[in-house]
Nanobody, 122 residues
Framework: VQLQASGGGLVQAGGSLRLSCAAS????????MGWLRQAPGKEREFVAA????????TYADFVKGRFTISRDNAKNTVYLQMNSLKPEDTAVYYC????????????????WGQGTLVTVSS
C-alpha cells in the first residue's frame, strides 16, 4: 500500500486543521490506518488509529477530545481532524497502514506516507 499525506500547514493556537492520507495499490485487504508524529528533537509517537470499517478508533491521551480520526474506504482515505491545536502539537505528521493495529501503534507499520508538517504558533 502506498500512502500520500496532505493537509499540513501553519495555524494559530486554538485553530484547526484536517490532514488527509490517500492509499493506493493493494488496498483490497482490511488494514488499520493511523497517524504518528515527530516533533523536532523528539522521537516519533503514536497519535491515532482506526480499523477497516471505521467502527473502532484509538487515540493517544494527549489528543483525546481534540483530534478525530475517520476514514472513507470508497476513497481509500483516512482523515485526522485536529481541533484546539496547541504549540506542542507542532510536528511532522505521518500516516501509516498495516494489517495489525499493534504495528501501527508501535510505529512498525509496513506502509508509510511521506509526512506533512503541522506548525502551531502561540
Amino acid at each position: 500500500v502506498q500512502l500520500q499525506a496532505s493537509g499540513g500547514g501553519l495555524v494559530q493556537a486554538g485553530g484547526s486543521l484536517r490532514l488527509s492520507c490517500a492509499a493506493s495499490g493493494r488496498t483490497g485487504s482490511p488494514y488499520y490506518m493511523g497517524w504518528l508524529r515527530q516533533a523536532p528533537g523528539k522521537e516519533r509517537e503514536f497519535v491515532a488509529a482506526i480499523n477497516w470499517s471505521g467502527s473502532m478508533s484509538t487515540y493517544a491521551d494527549f489528543v483525546k477530545g481534540r483530534f478525530t480520526i475517520s476514514r472513507d474506504n470508497a476513497k481509500n482515505t483516512v482523515y485526522l481532524q485536529m481541533n484546539s491545536l496547541k504549540p506542542e502539537d507542532t510536528a511532522v505528521y505521518y500516516c501509516a497502514a498495516d494489517a495489525a493495529l499493534r504495528a501501527v501503534v508501535a510505529g512498525n507499520s509496513g506502509s508509510w506516507g511521506q509526512g506533512t508538517l503541522v506548525t502551531v504558533s502561540s
